[in-house]
């Protein structure tokens, strides 16, 4: 086995779409909107989340995902993060190489340490981003380009270190309105050519790029709100998506796909949907 197969058997995505072999997920146990960071969850904060149906719609969608081959690494929970259960946040998965950088916001700082020891726990080798903040949810890949957001929780100066790192890269940042917290929240792709969008959270000029680019699915106000562009690919058009945002799931349906749809309302509460809850480790071009 030469070495590049070795590092191929731990770590490897080059893009959103290609058939998932391994994913990193962690339970719900402690879920709940203890300091409002999003619209989402000032929506919900006094309704408040219900950690038993959290953590049924959780083991459902790992269900899931076992169901389809997918092997799921399941971090152990803490107490003190509320905010665990969104995985995609603390690291991002990009050819053979796991990025982990620092959390923005106080209540999830310390995240990234859980998902460090495992990996050395695995023998999993990882580049720490040291006091820099760029999270999961606002990289997107697709192949040698990598659309970036610019958020509360990702910082432009952050980025460019990152294009220092990675010259052969073309990193394109994307500015987008700050209540929709990750660009994943507003822009998914799901193929090589096609992606979903919701086109009011981001300047003309960038949506303008993304449709030049991709056939568009675009999702309305209702359904953003139910994150609709945060559904989650393993491959083979299989695509994770929310019962509810059924114009969505049509036009996914419409292109060929097979939408799984599996319960997760009561996760969403707290301001993230399916891919907001895994970290690809592994992904087949």
């Known amino acids: 086995m030469t070495v590049l197969e070795q590092l191929k058997k731990k770590s490897y995505c080059v893009n959103e779409y290609g058939k998932l072999k391994k994913v990193v997920l962690c339970e719900p146990k402690h879920m709940t909107i203890r300091d409002v960071i999003n619209d989402t969850q000032k929506h919900f904060q006094h309704e408040g989340i219900h950690i038993q149906v959290a953590m049924k719609q959780h083991k459902e969608f790992v269900k899931k995902l076992e169901e389809h081959g997918v092997e799921v690494i399941l971090l152990p929970p803490a107490k003190k993060f ?17 990025f982990v950088a620092d959390m ?18 695995e023998e999993v080798s990882y580049f720490n981003i040291v006091s820099d903040y760029i999270e999961g949810g606002d990289v997107i ?18 980025i460019e270190h990152l294009k220092s790192l990675l010259p052969q890269f073309n990193i394109i940042t994307i500015p987008f309105k700050n209540n929709y917290l990750h660009l994943d929240c507003v822009f998914n792709i799901i193929s090589p050519t096609e992606a979903l969008i919701y086109p ?34 393993i491959g083979d058009k299989k695509v994770f998506s929310l019962p509810t945002n059924r114009h969505v ?18 996760i969403i509460k707290s301001g993230g949907s399916y891919r907001c809850c895994t970290m690809p480790l592994i992904r087949e071009r």
């Open 82 to 98: 509320p905010e665990q259960v969104f995985t995609r946040d603390i690291g991002f998965t990009l050819g053979h190489t796991i």
């Open 104 to 121: 923005a916001n106080k209540v999830r700082q310390g995240e990234e340490e859980i998902l460090k020891d495992w990996l050395k726990g």
């Open 141 to 158: 890949i697709d192949g040698d380009t990598i659309y970036i957001g610019i958020s509360d929780r990702t910082k432009k100066f952050s």
């Open 200 to 233: 009011e959270g981001m300047d003309k000029k960038d949506y303008k790029m993304f449709q030049s680019r991709f056939d568009l699915i675009e999702v309305n106000h209702e359904e953003q709100f139910r994150l609709g562009t945060n559904v989650f690919s």
């Open 249 to 266: 799931n049509e036009e996914l349906r419409k292109r060929g796909y097979e939408v799984i749809e599996v319960a997760f309302d009561e």
